[in-house]
Every structure is written in structure tokens, then in C-alpha cells.
């Protein structure tokens, strides 16, 4: 497992940068809440990127932290987008209908 869950936020003019990495699960969620809360809160920021290049795992919890942080984007008028998304974590994202969300991107058909 990574040892850090969360990079420190990161801003550029009005966009905030938030890197997770390692398994992302029931005993980092709070952690992962209160750090995407922070980023989202920044003053002046209107769109938030969630690198996920380091996730090794990604479950339901952890999930669901993404999705309240989602939300509460909307809520404000702000962006939350999900990037670097390894092909495991996609494919969690494609099964619960949660990647189009997040990624702003469409589900890819094979």
C-alpha cells in the first residue's frame, strides 16, 4: 500500500489538484472526505481534478466519498472531475454507472 492516501491540494488559478494512491477503502474514506471538503473549499476554486493515478484499489466507501464530493461540486456551481484513472478503478466506475460522473467523459463500448 502507498503510504500517503492523499497529496497535498494543489491550486492553479481556479482549479485544485488532489492525488490519491494506494487502496483506497473503509479506512481512508474519512480521510479522503475531509480532503476533497478541502479542496473544495478553497476560495476561488471552480473545478476540482482527483488524480487517481497512484489507486492501487478503490471500493464502495471510497466510492462514496467521491460521489458526496461530486455532489456537493454540483450543489456549488463548481467541478469535480476524476483523471488518471487506472483500468481497474475505470471499470468499477463503468459497472456502478459512476465514470460518465466523473469523468465527464462517455462509457466506452467494446
Do not use: K
Not at 466510492?63 to 475505470?90: F, H, K, S
Amino acid at each position: 500500500m502507498v503510504e500517503e492516501v492523499a497529496s497535498a491540494v494543489l491550486v492553479s488559478g481556479d482549479t485544485a489538484t488532489v492525488r490519491f494512491g494506494g487502496e483506497l477503502d473503509v479506512e481512508v474514506a474519512d480521510q479522503m472526505r475531509a480532503r476533497l471538503d478541502e479542496a473544495l473549499s478553497t476560495d476561488g476554486v471552480s473545478t476540482l481534478l482527483v488524480d487517481l493515478s497512484r489507486a492501487e484499489f478503490v471500493d464502495s466507501t471510497a466510492l462514496g466519498a467521491l460521489m458526496a464530493a461530486y455532489n456537493r461540486a454540483t450543489a456549488a456551481g463548481q467541478q469535480l472531475r476524476v483523471v488518471e484513472i487506472p483500468p481497474r478503478v475505470e471499470r468499477l466506475f463503468a459497472i456502478t454507472g459512476t465514470l460518465t460522473l466523473l469523468t465527464g467523459s462517455p462509457v466506452a463500448t467494446d
